[in-house]
């Protein structure tokens, strides 16, 4: 969903505005998070969450993968509410008040002011927002007074409602940064609407990787599904979530993605999990179904009788008795 290319379906009550009437609430009960993770895309994670999303009753999804999101091609999102996501600090140069020396292009480090060509043909110095990085420094060197520092909006954040509930999203600009930010954000006001809502559920669609984001949409989780493929990677992949989220003292389960693909590295992840302590909750076969179902719009579960699909909704019915034991 980065860059343009996304929009979601308007709906009729769409707001905006800097006030957000969905700023977390405090007093209810906590309802229980499920986050998916995969270690890079293309895992099949989307198509995952997507079917855990039609077999799960009372829930709020959050689609935490704010770099490259794509749980809302399946779930045709109808926008209720969207916000600018603003974070850190960019500069600007008041045109009135320049003078056009160029000290301030000469000593941005980011290079990050230039020399341009405004409507009026008139050579101006401006400030490229995606390279600037924020530090103030032209500030500092302006005799003129004619740099300001401005709140930066790095990307915007939505709730829709969809087929099967609520959806808190996002989408980062293109060069935004402080995605763990905006990932925070975005469980933040799930948990807010799962409140409101009475959902019981939280089901967080989570980025790729071990960085910051993930780190964001682990934080307090009640359980981490892991979706990985037979592979190398995946091995490996596996092992270092492994390691982030059970340092975090997070319980971690595994789903191994066209498990019968390649039976030997099947064999040698569930070997790794045994090694870690990590309960494989699903095998799931490798079925063109789940790119048929992808092409339709819909979740595998939606599309009909399948092999996976079956293999899903039982791994589905483990993870929520998993969910539903008292927490410790
Ligand atoms: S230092 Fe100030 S006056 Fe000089 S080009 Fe930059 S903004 Fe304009
Ligand atoms: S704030 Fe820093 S990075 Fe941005 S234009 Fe000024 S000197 Fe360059």
């Known amino acids: ?51 855990f999303a039609a077999l799960a009753t009372a829930k709020v999804l959050a689609d935490c993968d704010v770099d490259a999101a794509d749980l809302h091609l399946v779930l045709d999102p109808a926008l209720r509410h969207r916000e600018a996501f603003m974070s850190g600090k960019e500069a600007r140069i008041v045109p009135d008040r320049c003078s056009a020396c160029g000290d301030c292009a000469d000593h941005c480090r980011f290079d990050a002011i230039r020399l341009t060509v405004d409507g009026h043909g008139r050579s101006v110095y401006a400030v490229d927002p995606i390279a600037c990085e924020g ?59 799962a409140r409101e809502t009475g959902a019981g ?38 092992e270092r979530a492994a390691e982030l989220v059970q340092g975090f003292g997070l319980t971690l389960a595994v789903c191994i993605n066209k498990a019968d693909l390649n039976p030997d590295m099947a064999e040698r992840i569930r070997e790794v999990c045994a090694a870690r302590g990590l309960p494989v909750v699903g095998e799931l076969s490798y079925d063109t179904a789940v790119v048929k179902a992808q092409v339709e719009g819909k979740s595998i579960v939606e599309h009909g009788g399948s092999p996976v699909a079956d293999q899903i909704r039982d791994m589905w019915k483990i993870l929520k008795h998993r969910l539903e034991r008292p927490k410790e």
Not at 10 to 24: K, L, R, T
Not at 28 to 51: I, N
Request: aromatic content about 4%.
């Open 1 to 51: 969903m980065s860059g343009p290319g996304y929009e979601p379906r308007p709906a009729a009550s769409e707001s905006g505005g800097a006030a957000s009437e969905y700023a977390p609430a405090a007093s209810e009960p906590a309802p229980r998070q499920l986050v998916v993770l995969s270690g890079k895309g293309g895992t099949g994670k989307t198509s995952v969450v997507a079917a």
């Open 135 to 193: 530090c103030g420094f032209c500030t500092r060197v302006c005799t003129s007074g004619a740099v300001e520092m401005l709140d930066a909006e790095r990307g915007e954040w939505f709730i829709s409602d969809t087929r099967h509930g609520p959806l808190v999203h996002a989408r980062l600009n293109i060069g935004g940064e402080n995605s763990g930010k905006l990932v925070t954000l975005v469980r933040e006001r799930a948990a807010s609407l």
């Open 201 to 238: 559920l939280i089901l967080v669609d989570g980025p790729p990787g071990i960085g910051c984001p993930v780190i964001a949409s682990v934080t307090g989780a009640d359980l981490v599904l892991a979706v990985t493929e037979p592979t190398v990677s995946g091995a490996h992949d596996l």
